[in-house]
Structures are given as structure tokens and as C-alpha cells.
Nanobody
Framework: QERLVESGGGLVQAGGSLRLSCAAS????????LGWFRQVPGKEREFIAV????????TYADSVKGRFTISRDSTKNMVHLQMNSLKPEDTAVYYC???????????????????WGQGTQVTVSS
């Protein structure tokens, strides 16, 4: 069972920034596509961003494009989500997840991800 551990959530005012981090094992980090999702109570888990296992390709949800940046740190086996210009509607629990690469197209479907972190709360006040 691979383990993912998120950190960096918290309370921030609208317009502010937060950086989420996800620590993974070396095996997971080096072989899996790594994504970020978020979920609010009563709604389905929503895709935010994904970076492929080599770090060379990224995909973003339209709702965060231009505001959020996903990146990988190979020296620490971590994936980060830099969130700028935060809005109250960004409030959610954010999850890191790992998906075994199935080809050149990275998945945005949470059902296809193999491993999940425990989540970290992000709250954006207006």
C-alpha cells in the first residue's frame, strides 16, 4: 500500500496564496502520475491538476488554470500545488493521488487513481 501525505492547508483570505505539498515514497513518486483533487461536502471529488511521472506534462481544470501550478520536487519525492488568487469557491478538502500511467493521456477521473492521501483542508474567506 503506497502512502501519500498532504500538508500545507489552512485559512487564507480571498486573493491570497497557499502551497500544498504531498510527500510520496520514492517508488510512487518515480513511477506514477500525481494529481490533486478537491471535494466539498455533498459534491463529487473534483479534478484540479495532474503532472505526469516524468514531470514533463501537466493538465489543469479550467476553474484553476492560470491560478494554480503543479510541480514535482525529485530531490524530496514531493509534489506541490501552488495556489494563487484564491477564491471562496476554492474552499474544499484537497487530496493528493497517484495513478499508474496508462499511456500519454493523464487521467482526470478520480476513479482511475490508485492511491490517495488523507486530505488537507483549505478555507478561503471572503
Amino acid at each position: 500500500q503506497e502512502r501519500l501525505v498532504e500538508s500545507g492547508g489552512g485559512l487564507v483570505q480571498a486573493g491570497g496564496s497557499l502551497r500544498l505539498s504531498c510527500a510520496a515514497s520514492e517508488r510512487t513518486f518515480s513511477r506514477y502520475d500525481l494529481g490533486w483533487f478537491r471535494q466539498v461536502p455533498g459534491k463529487e471529488r473534483e479534478f484540479i491538476a495532474v503532472i505526469n511521472w516524468t514531470g514533463g506534462r501537466t493538465t489543469y481544470a479550467d476553474s484553476v488554470k492560470g491560478r494554480f501550478t503543479i510541480s514535482r520536487d525529485s530531490t524530496k519525492n514531493m509534489v506541490h500545488l501552488q495556489m494563487n488568487s484564491l477564491k471562496p469557491e476554492d474552499t474544499a478538502v484537497y487530496y493528493c493521488a497517484a495513478d499508474w500511467p496508462g499511456g500519454t493521456i493523464m487521467s482526470i477521473n478520480p476513479a482511475e487513481y490508485d492511491y490517495w492521501g488523507q486530505g488537507t483542508q483549505v478555507t478561503v474567506s471572503s
